[in-house]
């Protein structure tokens, strides 16, 4: 049974930092792609960041150069570095596996507000 579980959201003031986390369980995870998602009120999902088996990253457009995807395949931990971190970014954020088909996890809330 796959299993996707995210941590480290929270209340941030804006220009602040969060890393948030995302244990995988019952996949290869070493051989899986691993996504960031997020979904603000109102909003569609969106792709936020990815990072392939290999360790290949990319990013959407309004992100780059603030947050930074990364994975520890021991601890089948996917993590997302976020800094500089604005209004618009509040948001759950999502981590998906692609293990053959799409698993997610439930999500954790990003607010960020003064």
């Known amino acids: 049974q796959v299993q996707l579980v995210e941590s480290g959201g929270g209340l941030v003031q804006p220009g602040g930092s969060l890393r948030l986390s995302c244990a995988a369980s019952?996949?290869?995870?070493?051989?899986?792609?691993m996504y960031w998602y997020r979904q603000a009120p109102g909003n569609e999902r969106e792709l936020v960041a990815g990072i392939t088996r290999g360790g290949s990253t990319n990013y959407a457009d309004s992100v780059k150069g603030r947050f930074t995807i990364s994975r520890d395949n021991a601890k089948n931990t996917v993590y997302m570095q976020m800094n500089s971190l604005k209004p618009e970014d509040t948001a759950v954020y999502y981590c998906?596996?692609?293990?053959?088909?799409?698993?997610w996890g439930k999500g954790t809330l990003v607010t960020v507000s003064s």
């Open positions: 998906k596996a692609r293990y053959g088909m799409d698993y």
């Open positions: 019952g996949i290869i995870f070493s051989y899986t792609t």
